[in-house]
């Protein structure tokens, strides 16, 4: 079975931080570029953070910029997103994406809750 699978989502207090992970089953993320997006309430899905498959180009929405960090291993198959200094307008639902030019696959997604 070829999927995505998220972890790591919860119930925080503002200033707090959570690691997300993404792990990927049936395949390799060697060749992927990989998308965090996330999805408030009513509202639509955004991107978060991108990073290339070699891992040398991460890209953050201006919104986390400076407080969010996505890295990969992929001797792991696993990529991650530290989040911290969180605020209550990182809450939602966050996906991992993994892109190329054959393929595109999302995760399930985890419950990241902000709020005192």
């Known amino acids: 079975q070829l999927q995505l699978v998220e972890s790591g989502g919860g119930l925080v207090q503002p200033g707090g931080s959570l690691r997300l992970s993404c792990a990927a089953s049936g395949f390799t993320l060697d060749y992927y570029a990989i998308g965090w997006f996330r999805q408030a309430p009513g509202k639509e899905r955004e991107g978060v953070s991108c990073i290339s498959s070699s891992g040398r180009t991460p890209n953050y929405a201006d919104s986390v910029k400076g407080r969010f960090t996505i890295s990969r291993d992929n001797a792991k198959n696993t990529v991650y997103l530290q989040m911290n200094s969180l605020k209550p307008e990182d809450t939602g639902v966050y996906y991992c994406?993994?892109?190329?030019?054959?393929?595109?696959?999302w995760g399930q997604g985890t419950q990241v809750t902000v709020s005192s």
């Open positions: 994406n993994a892109r190329n030019w054959v393929g595109d696959y």
